[in-house]
């Protein structure tokens, strides 16, 4: 939706948040100045989170969460202590997850994340279908940097 017509629809009751994943941070940053107070601006894009809070975004609707969801919580935590280092060390080690989860049509690459995490089978019913061979090696090494430590507190 244009920022006109979010602007708009932000002061009728029903309606509280929006998630903006336009992936245009201009778009973006004109929502929340649009409609600071009247409804919550969710970023709709990992990648984005952390610059779509710094323009007035209140929070995530996260495919990568289910994946890192410490490294979310943890850059969400540190953005809200207004500690930046951390934030944006957390959202470099987070964006290459956030990025492989849509080599492929979602949700696919996310169960696979999750079983190579151990969580779950890499089971599907039709129309999903498993990832590509060449995708789960992409997918691989984006958690492997996740499995790294991070010395962040």
């Known amino acids: 939706m244009l920022p006109e017509t979010v602007e708009r629809l932000a002061p009728l009751p029903r309606i509280a948040s929006i998630k903006e994943a336009s992936g245009n941070l201009d778009q973006i940053s004109d929502v929340c100045a649009r409609v600071h107070g009247k409804m919550t601006v969710l970023s709709g894009d990992d990648s984005l989170t952390l610059p779509v ?11 990568a969460g289910h ?9 969400l935590s540190a953005f809200s202590r207004a500690d930046m280092e951390s934030a944006r060390l957390l959202h470099h080690t987070m964006v290459p997850i956030a990025k492989a989860m849509f080599l492929e049509t979602n949700p696919s690459p996310v169960k696979f994340a999750l079983h190579e995490l151990g969580k779950i089978a ?6 999903m279908v498993p990832v590509k061979a060449e995708t789960e ?5 984006a958690i492997a940097v996740y499995m790294e430590p991070l010395n962040v507190a």
């Open 122 to 127: 890499n089971e599907f019913r039709l129309p």
């Open 137 to 141: 090696g992409k997918i691989r090494a």
């Open 53 to 63: 809070l710094a323009v007035g975004g209140a929070g995530v609707v996260s495919v």
């Open 67 to 75: 994946v890192c969801p410490d490294l979310l919580k943890g850059m």
